[in-house]
């Protein structure tokens, strides 16, 4: 599962199908859960969550 923000999204889909060779699930980060989640390639606020399928 990789924490991402709206620029890296594409960067963590890639990673996960190349890691996982399956479809990625992408979920949108509610306010409430993003509070202390940043992005794992800038720190930035993540937005998204990837996980393998």
Same mark, same amino acid.
């Given at each position: 599962? %990789? *924490? #991402? #923000? =709206?620029?890296?999204? =594409?960067? &963590?889909?890639?990673?996960? @199908?190349?890691?996982?060779?399956? /479809?990625? %699930?992408? =979920? %949108? $980060? %509610?306010? @409430?859960?993003? =509070?202390? &989640?940043? #992005?794992? *390639? #800038?720190?930035? /606020?993540? @937005? *998204? $969550? @990837? &996980?393998?399928?």
């Amino acid at each position: 599962m %990789k *924490y #991402c #923000c =709206e620029e890296h999204v =594409e960067l &963590a889909l890639d990673e996960a @199908v190349d890691e996982y060779e399956t /479809a990625p %699930k992408l =979920e %949108k $980060i %509610k306010d @409430v859960d993003n =509070e202390n &989640a940043t #992005c794992g *390639y #800038c720190g930035q /606020a993540a @937005v *998204y $969550i @990837v &996980a393998n399928g």
